[in-house]
């Protein structure tokens, strides 16, 4: 009866096992790359004809006066979001989401990319709604940025849940009550000449 019991119990933590195992599958497959790591295929530059934006060892690197790259695949609404992110000395950037697909700098939501530029609001601020200003990430290091929006009720009141997480670090959620903007693209500011901005492994998770 033991052996039986035991034998029964281990097919069962096989069972489990497998389970987890192919929904964590599921889940990983259910991520869609938005950079192929070679080309600018499905973005496009919008801004500053000087602005730079090329693809250099792997990267998407911007450069030069103000642009935004803006993903030509969308509009999003529930998802969650990734990148890898490196910001130099003194430079700005952002990572936007739900923007415009012609976008300007105070269209949609900004999270933050900005290590010790004179703007004192740091990476993993969502730019005017919830500022950082403890340095989270050193400049010219990567770093991975995880978004995760999705429209909900809260207290019977309907609402925009923004998750923050920055190199695994859930820094907060914030509440958006006024449900600033509905769906979009994404993109990535070019902020001013001074600042430099390289992207690797963007990824999307739509949500329900």
């Known amino acids: 009866m033991y052996a039986a019991s035991s034998r029964m119990t281990l097919a069962l933590a096989a069972l489990l096992t497998l389970s987890f195992g192919t929904h964590a599958m599921a889940e990983d497959a259910a991520w869609t790359s938005l950079f192929d790591g070679k080309t600018l295929d499905g973005w496009q530059k ?17 450069s030069g006066p103000q642009s935004m790259l803006v993903t030509t695949t969308g509009p999003y609404k529930n998802f969650r979001y990734r990148a890898e992110v490196k910001i130099n000395d003194g430079g700005n950037s952002g ?22 530029h004179t703007d004192p609001i740091r990476t993993g601020s969502l730019y005017g709604m919830c500022h950082v200003y403890k340095q989270h990430v050193k400049p010219d290091t990567w770093f991975t940025y995880e978004i995760e929006v999705r429209d909900d009720v809260w207290r019977g009141r309907e609402i925009t849940r ?44 739509p949500l329900p």
């Open 162 to 205: 923004i998750k923050i997480t920055v190199d695994g670090n859930e820094l907060y959620e914030f509440l958006d009550f006024e449900k600033t903007f509905k769906e979009g693209y994404f993109a990535f500011q070019q902020h001013d000449p001074g600042s430099k901005v390289s992207i690797r492994k963007v990824e999307v998770q």
């Open 95 to 116: 990572l936007y989401f739900r923007t415009t697909a012609k976008p300007g700098f105070s269209d949609g939501y900004e999270a933050q990319i900005d290590s010790t």
């Open 46 to 62: 919008v801004g500053k004809e000087k602005s730079v934006w090329e693809v250099k060892d792997g990267a998407i690197q911007g």
